[in-house]
């Protein structure tokens, strides 16, 4: 196989080109317009997204990227280029690897019309999400369907659904934590805060919230811990109705009434820090702990551009090729 007939395509959410209004409205715009997101009719949400979520949420959140950014660009941009440069010498002349977004540049389909302009024939996409969910993965898989629209010469798709249960991936995890060298009790948990999603998707048929439960249950019984060491719960809600609980800030707000006193925290659902780990997490979250009563709060980055992250996707890569 030739590096030019196979693109591996490492699909990531996408993020805001510029910490401004007009940058975090562009992409929410485009984010928040997916059905597959928010899976309301469009004459009922469109009028509410531009109209009100928009004009009030854009300014807001254009501060809190503000306080995250990097040279670069956002974290979740800076990490997943980076860690893209990494997989593509590690896979060599095997196959041309190239970072596509869902809602920013660079736009999947784009980076498949030109794969295939330059004879792509094959193509393998990993959606950056440990985790399958209709809210993330399902999107880079139409954006895939809708870049082979019209086309008379189609390359062969392999896409991989979900990654958490690789062999060796949550030993990556659980490394990272026991290198923070702690030991967990019921004074000093570790907490698994996952992204959440609506619970009416999951009643639909989302796989997500087992596939988040077996990744903390297994992370946790590589670490040996006890059950009473250890939560899961769900952050970043979005809107009125319910999401997956035990919400984050509820239980961290209990955990520090409780008398716990120390919380580290990790996010498995994400592959690279973003918005929600670097703001909500390390920041929001960390504020609600403390103010309750709670004395230390460590949050334990994801695995990021890491040689480690690179080789294991490597390898599922690899595997694919095979
Ligand atoms: C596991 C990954 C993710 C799932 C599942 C997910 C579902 C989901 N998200 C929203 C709404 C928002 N998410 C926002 C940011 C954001 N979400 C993810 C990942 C998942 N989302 C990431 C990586 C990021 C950060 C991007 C970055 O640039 O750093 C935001 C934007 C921030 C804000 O306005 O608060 C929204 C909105 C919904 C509705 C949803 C499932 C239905
Ligand atoms: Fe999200
Ligand atoms: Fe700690």
Redesign the pocket.
Known sequence: MTKSSTTVILA?????SQPTAKG?RD??NR??SDQ????LSPWVWQPILKGIVLPL?SPR?AK??QQ?WLEGG????VYSENLCHKISSLIGDKAAVRLAMSY?EPFIEDVIDTALKQGCERLIVLPM???Y????TAPVFDACTRAMKGRFALPSLQFVRQYYDWPGYCELLAQRIRQKGHSYDETHQLVFS?????VR?ANLGDP?PQQCEATAKRIAELLELPQSAWKLSFQ?R??KEPWLQPYTDEMLKELAQQGVKAIDIISP??S?????T?E?ISSELKDVFLDNGGEHFQYIEALNDGDDHAQILSEMILEQLN
Do not use: K, M
């Open positions: 990531n959410l996408g993020t805001p975090v992409f929410l984010f928040l597959r997101v928010v899976s949420r959140v809190l990227y995250i956002s974290p979740l941009q920013s999400y440990p985790q969910s209709v809210s993330t996952f992204h959440g999603i609506p998707y997500y970043s979005f809107g659902a994400f690279v820090d973003c918005l929600e670097l909500e």
